[in-house]
């Protein structure tokens, strides 16, 4: 047990829609991370939040985007959605002062027809 | 940027026999490392790690890890497994910073059977 929760826990969307993961993070912490994980591979990192402004992208176009808010939640939000899109989405938090450790959730899996 | 390989994708063993998962990590500069176990449907929950100090690593359920420096290599042991140890394993590197993203190999599917 985390402390860190997601929803949905499943999605299915179509191509070309747009979808938004809730993620709920710990108290305290002011670090949030989404990373991607298709089937059958280590999760990527997409971008991280801290006090509620991006500080760090990986390698995902422009039409990933997220907020984090005051009271230790944030949203992933995806544009325009395509196929490739279809995998588990994780969540984790931790605290940027000494925050060695990432907490993950247990993931929303998002499937595109 | 750093790397992180994970030499075998599966690893069939038998209950009760010991069992090492492999991981080898690229860095040009000092790194933190991980190993999460993610059972099926579920997220990432966290094995053990290495920061800094002793490199004989013991984290939950009895799983240990070595830091070696000079082989860039953090492999990941257990003396006796459990069926309930049928999971797949990422090992992960961060830079030694508490700023610091995780980047993950592909992971390793442990297999147990009676």
């Known amino acids: 047990e985390t402390g860190v929760t997601q929803s949905p826990t499943h999605l299915i969307k179509t191509r070309g829609q747009q979808v938004t993961l809730r993620c709920s993070s710990q108290?305290?912490?002011?670090?949030v991370s989404w990373y991607q994980q298709a089937l059958g591979q280590g999760p990527q990192f997409i971008f991280q939040?801290?006090?509620?402004?991006?500080?760090g992208r990986g390698n995902f176009p422009p039409r990933f985007s997220g907020l984090q808010f005051p009271n230790y939640s944030s949203e992933l939000n995806v544009n325009a959605l395509e196929l490739d899109d279809s995998a588990l989405y994780l969540c984790?938090?931790?605290?940027?002062?000494?925050?060695?450790?990432?907490?993950f959730g247990p993931g929303t899996r998002l499937t595109v027809l | 940027a750093q790397s992180v390989t994970q030499l075998d994708s599966q690893v069939p063993v038998f209950e009760e026999a010991p069992v090492e998962l492999r991981c080898n990590y690229s860095?040009?500069?000092?790194?933190?490392l991980f190993w999460y176990v993610q059972y099926p449907n579920q997220g990432l929950q966290l094995l053990l790690k290495?920061?800094?100090?002793?490199?004989l690593v013991k984290g939950i359920n009895g799983f240990e890890a070595e830091f070696n420096k000079s082989q860039t290599s953090f492999h990941l042991r257990k003396p006796s497994v459990h069926i309930s140890d049928t999971a797949e394993y990422f090992c992960a590197v961060s830079l030694n910073s508490g700023y610091s993203t995780l980047t993950f190999g592909k992971g390793t599917m442990l297999l147990v059977s009676p």
């Open positions: 108290s305290g912490h002011n670090t």
């Open positions: 290495y920061l800094s100090g002793s490199t």
């Open positions: 860095s040009s500069v000092s790194v933190y």
């Open positions: 984790a938090s931790r605290l940027r002062e000494g925050g060695d450790t990432q907490y």
């Open positions: 939040y801290y006090r509620e402004e991006e500080n």
